[in-house]
């Protein structure tokens, strides 16, 4: 089926910096709201979305530029956002949930960032793709983050 | 983000530490940076003015928990060793309320993310500077 473009932006950076997250959010906010979710889950889908390239552009390239795509769609009953990058595989619904009984000095802050992600997102899942077009051949990461338009189906 | 400083009078010197613009994983150490050289320059009580940012991400709280680190005289961590640890806010927990930091007016984005994080349970939050300034005892 043949993506609507009214339905689905893409936004590329190459060489993603941490500068980018104003970016980021920017794209997010313009799109998310065209494509009719509430303001709240808009905001939600916006943090959710910066702690992701947050945590990809500081641990997976450790601060290096790096590929970052991020494809925001339409659907019939929600919208997705496809965080993809080329750093190291890594699954973030691998990563226990913070224990709330644990003191938080001994909580990650990417770990907040995850925990973030699953708090505000009504669906999270995630995918290790081959990328043939990467010369290195790494897996491409993609984050799917999806916002139903009627709260969690 | 800009960053201005104010000194105001109460029980005690408090200084008023007000923050405009997003605060995110691209300036967060800018805050981190500031929170320092007022402390070295004998800042110990601390306003966070949070009404003129519309967001903070979890960067913005290792910048906030940072900022409650320095106040109390911690020792000073690597800025990168803040996405590793959180440091000593479990004795704040134990403690009640961090006494030398407090928050100002934060907007309902930044209120969740301090929600969300359980930083509310050792930040007291004010909607007023002159109410807030009152309850800083030294």
């Known amino acids: ?153 | 983000m800009e960053m201005e400083v104010e000194q105001r009078q109460g029980s005690v010197t408090v200084t008023v530490l007000k923050l405009k613009g997003n605060v995110d994983g691209s300036n967060y150490q800018q805050v981190i940076q500031k929170g320092d050289e007022l402390y070295q320059t004998g800042t110990r009580n601390l306003l966070l003015d949070l009404a003129a940012v519309p967001f903070l991400s979890s960067a913005g709280l290792v910048a906030l928990h940072r900022l409650s680190l320095t106040l109390r005289g911690s020792s000073q961590p690597e800025p990168e060793s803040g996405w590793q640890a959180l440091g000593d806010i479990s004795k704040d927990l134990d403690q009640g309320y961090q006494a030398n930091l407090k928050l100002l007016n934060p907007q309902p984005r930044v209120m969740k993310t301090l929600e969300m994080s359980g930083f509310t349970n050792f930040l007291e939050i004010f909607q007023d500077a002159d109410t807030a300034i009152a309850t800083f005892m030294g």
């Open chain 1, 1 to 153: 089926m043949k993506a609507d473009p009214g339905k689905k932006a893409t936004l590329l950076k190459p060489e993603a910096v941490i500068e980018d997250l104003a970016i980021v959010r920017d794209f997010i906010q313009q799109h998310a709201k065209v494509f009719g979710l509430s303001q709240e889950k808009v905001d939600d889908l916006i943090l959710a979305v910066d702690e992701a390239v947050t945590n990809i552009l500081v641990h997976g390239y450790q601060g290096r530029p790096g590929y970052l795509e991020i494809v925001i769609e339409r659907n019939e009953n929600h919208v997705s956002a496809r965080v993809r990058d080329r750093a190291s595989p890594f699954d973030p619904r691998q990563v226990p949930d913070p224990d709330l009984t644990i003191p938080l000095e001994q909580r990650k802050l990417g770990g907040m960032g995850i925990f973030f992600i699953r708090h505000l997102i009504d669906l999270v899942d995630y995918q290790a793709l081959v990328d043939g077009g990467d010369e290195e051949h790494h897996p491409v990461n993609e984050l799917t983050l999806i916002q139903y338009f009627q709260g969690e189906v």
